[in-house]
């Protein structure tokens, strides 16, 4: 099993709709999750950051973790074709080892 | 120049070359990074150093090899390598690597590595 599991897509999504982005994960450790966007011919950018379970807002994404289940998410809402890139989720427990999904590449068509 | 920038920005190299990449950020921080990014497959850390000191090494074969000579250079030292070595080297940093504040990891644009 690998350690983190994202869905490569591609999502395709038209303007306006809510995209929910997911990863599950296997090492318990893990404290700090994260979301990164990368954009073609970019390195990823940290979009939003959450650290043990919770919720966190920050305008129209939303990130969610659920560690009793290893789950965690990323809620893009009235998603625009500026939000087309591949989202990237990150974890790591208390050391330096950072562990990425492969990412999913969306497509928010006008 | 802001943030963090990666030369060049694309590479082909024979499998006999050397070469090197070169990363420097402009953030004040103190740990760096190098990951390697292949199509459809994670992220792959490769090295971190904390205040010049390389505090991980995954288990990265010694074709690579890792310079930090002060905390806002890094470079990777390419020699030897195989065409299963193509793919985009990513720099990274960091605040510092070992407190909670690692996870916020700024990346350069990344090298396009082609090995032939």
């Known amino acids: 099993q690998k350690e983190v599991e994202q869905d490569p897509g591609p999502l395709s999504v038209p303007e306006g709709a809510i995209v929910s982005l997911n990863c599950t994960y296997s090492?318990?450790?893990?404290?700090?999750f994260m979301w990164y966007r990368q954009y073609s011919r970019k390195g990823p950018e940290l979009l939003m950051y959450?650290?043990?379970?919770g919720n966190k807002e920050d305008g129209r994404f939303t990130a969610q973790v659920d560690k009793s289940s290893k789950y965690i998410s990323l809620f893009i809402r009235d998603s625009q074709p500026s939000d087309s890139a591949t989202y990237l989720c990150?974890?790591?427990?208390?050391?330096?080892?950072?562990?990425f999904g492969a990412g999913t590449r969306l497509t928010v068509k006008p | 120049e802001t943030g963090v920038t990666q030369t060049p920005r694309h590479l082909v190299m024979g499998m006999t070359n050397k070469k090197s990449l070169k990363c420097e950020q402009h953030l004040g921080h103190n740990a760096m990074y190098w990951y390697k990014q292949s199509a459809k497959k994670p992220l792959e850390l490769m090295f971190v150093y904390n205040f010049k000191e390389q505090t991980e090494n995954n288990s990265v074969p010694s074709r690579f090899s890792p310079e930090c000579p002060n905390s806002s250079h890094l470079f990777l030292h390419l020699h030897t390598l195989q065409p299963e070595d193509s793919a985009l080297y990513l720099c990274?940093?960091?605040?510092?690597?070992?407190?909670?504040?690692?996870?916020?990891?700024?990346f350069g644009p990344g090298t396009r590595l082609t090995v032939t």
């Open positions: 090492n318990s450790a893990f404290q700090y």
């Open positions: 959450t650290y043990s379970s």
């Open positions: 990150a974890m790591r427990g208390n050391n330096n080892d950072m562990r």
């Open positions: 990274a940093s960091s605040q510092d690597s070992t407190s909670g504040r690692g996870y916020e990891q700024y």
